[in-house]
């Protein structure tokens, strides 16, 4: 099982990025896929996470109604869409599924 987010860099303020996470070593639908960040010296935060009761996407109150998640089955690949970005964004993103991480990508937010 393997998952590898990409998609990273540096934007401005107010700019968008999508991150992608491709997943291999089992079929995506079947799975739920989860983005984390992690800062140096900051707890780890859960961005989109589905809840375990009604598994809805759960958002960050941070990135509320500027982040997004999509899947493409078919291409076994999870997006994250970011918009309106902040430099508070500014951190390594990761996505998980089942206990499983990938390598992250870096996001900066900086003008």
């Known amino acids: 099982v393997q998952l590898q987010a990409s998609g990273g860099g540096l934007v401005q303020p107010g700019g968008s990025l999508r991150l992608s996470c491709v997943v291999s070593g089992f079929t995506l639908r079947n799975y739920i896929i989860d983005w984390f960040r992690e800062a140096p010296g900051k707890e780890r935060e859960g961005v989109s996470c589905?809840?375990?009761?009604?598994?809805?996407?759960k958002y960050a109150d941070a990135v509320e109604g500027r982040f997004t998640t999509s899947r493409d089955n078919a291409k076994n690949t999870v997006y994250l869409e970011m918009t309106y970005l902040r430099p508070e964004d500014t951190t390594v993103y990761y996505c998980?599924?089942?206990?499983?991480w990938g390598q992250g990508t870096q996001v900066t937010v900086s003008s």
């Open positions: 589905r809840t375990t009761g009604d598994r809805r996407i």
């Open positions: 998980t599924s089942s206990g499983n």
